[in-house]
């Protein structure tokens, strides 16, 4: 556990970079919160969030009024919300939708420091302000996750049944496979995205360049191949990692897929959420699994093997041999 835990470390280490010192700060003029370094936009309202973990967090608001729907925006690791202002503004523009962008723990004048844990919390707190402050509803929300911003955008992704869709951006199925290539996952691995991804029950748009030496292409084409309802991918040519919204294709293949969530009635989402529930329902009636915990952070889940050579049951240690299973009784380890 401890080699486990210094891992984990490490991989949190090398996932955050928040920019020192920050391109922004925030002071209070007439009650209101205000910027310093960003043109004055009465179309954007800056908040100060409190997270279940103590922490505050600034978030940029900036309205549409041809809005159908909202972008909730988490960012990479190594921005904050001043880089981002003028992004925000032509997403705002071109894909016709409110924009909320948030600085996790530890970036720009958000408090805390940053880790996995913190931008969950982040996040959630993002959530619920959009739903109680702007009376905006999973149903009229798509989740946009840039690179690292990927981790927190398929944490709530997976939490939300009813969400209308997913932008994955040069994203990552997991920090430990950015450092090296394994065809497992570790307990200790952080931002699990290939497993959180399938939990998914919204249209998942992926976009990666083929030529990212930061995070490389395999991730998109694997969450991308790991969606339920896999929206049609934008592989960006010779795109690298922080440089996809250069190209024209981008801002028009992500346009395309606003506009047919836009088309998309509620009707036909519920529809599709009903479909997609009754399928998990008939898999899991036909499957038997067994789940055993050790006694650290890790748990498997598999199917009964039978034991090929008795009738033995209730064996807690299954041993492979070849292409057979065989228990504790013929391995002769029942003693």
Partial sequence: MVAGCSVSDLAAKLAFFPPSPATYSVKKVNGRLVPSGIPRDRSLDVLMVDTKRGNKIVAFFLRNPYARLTVLYSHGNAADLGQLYDLFVQLKVNLRVNLMGYD?????????????????????AIYECLET????SQEDLILYGQSVGSGPTLHLAARLPRLRGVVLHSAILSGLRVLCHMNITFCFDIYKNINKIKKVKCPVLVIHGTDDDVVNWFHGDGLWKLAKEPYEPLWIKGGGHCNLELYPDYIRHLNRFVQEMESTTSADHIKKIRQSLQNVQKTSSNT????????????????????????????????????MYFCNWCCGENE
């Avoid at 723990?105 to 913190?118: D, I, V």
């Avoid at 748990?299 to 033995?312: A, L, N, V």
């Fill in 104 to 124: 996790y723990s530890g970036y720009g004048a958000s408090t805390g420091k940053p880790s996995e844990p913190n931008t969950y919390a982040d996040i959630e």
């Fill in 133 to 136: 402050e702007y009376g905006i």
């Fill in 288 to 323: 038997s699994t067994t789940t055993f915990t050790t006694n650290c952070c890790c748990r498997i889940r598999f199917q009964k093997p039978e034991c090929g050579c008795c009738s033995q049951t209730g064996c807690l240690i299954m041993r492979s041999k070849r292409a």
